[in-house]
């Protein structure tokens, strides 16, 4: 497995990606999903990121886009802060340890790029997978609280944040 920038040539499998009901019950993603969803987001992504503030990789395995995996600064953080990491993988490629790998491989990629400490996340409690894929990449849960984000029926669900620091 590998991950790469991603591009326009991921737009329909990040489409049905993010179209996937089992996906949109466990993340931010607007439900439904807008049509066009994927090829307007890749086509935002690409023209700001040379910014450098925000990267969006596609997970790849055996030449198939599998998921995505971002990272980005948070706006009031300087360049030696904690950013964000959100992640989606193919619940066809669920429980494969895939998320775990995408994980690790962007840390890498952190690590020798970004002058930063490290990333703080969250997910919902219910979303075992990602929880566990986090914490097998030294990700500590360090605060438990209700969801407050954009997304109406996720509103007071028990979720846990998580953070890792750089050593």
């Known amino acids: 497995m590998h991950i790469r920038l991603i591009t326009l040539d991921d737009a329909v499998a990040l489409q049905k990606i993010a179209s996937d009901?089992?996906?949109?019950?466990?993340?931010?993603?607007?439900?439904?999903?807008?049509?066009?969803?994927?090829?307007?987001?890749?086509?935002?992504?690409i023209n700001n990121q040379s910014q450098n503030n925000k990267f969006i990789f596609a997970g790849i395995q055996k030449?198939?886009?599998?998921?995505?995996?971002s990272i980005k600064a948070n706006q009031s953080t300087t360049?030696?802060?904690?950013?964000?990491?959100?992640?989606?993988?193919?619940?066809?490629?669920?429980?494969?340890?895939?998320?775990?790998?995408m994980i690790s491989l962007v840390l890498d990629f952190s690590r020798k790029n970004l002058n930063i400490i490290g990333f703080r996340t969250y997910c919902?409690?219910?979303?075992?997978?990602?929880?566990r894929a986090l914490?097998?990449?030294?990700?500590v849960m360090d605060q438990v609280g209700l969801y407050q984000g954009p997304k109406a029926e996720h509103i007071g669900k028990k979720i846990f944040y998580f953070k890792k620091t750089f050593q």
């Open 124 to 131: 919902l409690a219910n979303n075992k997978g990602s929880c």
């Open 79 to 101: 360049i030696d802060s904690y950013w964000s990491i959100d992640y989606i993988v193919s619940p066809n490629h669920w429980n494969k340890g895939l998320a775990t790998t």
């Open 21 to 45: 009901p089992r996906v949109l019950a466990l993340t931010n993603l607007p439900n439904p999903y807008p049509e066009n969803g994927a090829i307007e987001f890749i086509q935002h992504t």
């Open 135 to 139: 914490q097998k990449n030294d990700f």
């Open 63 to 69: 030449e198939q886009f599998i998921g995505l995996i």
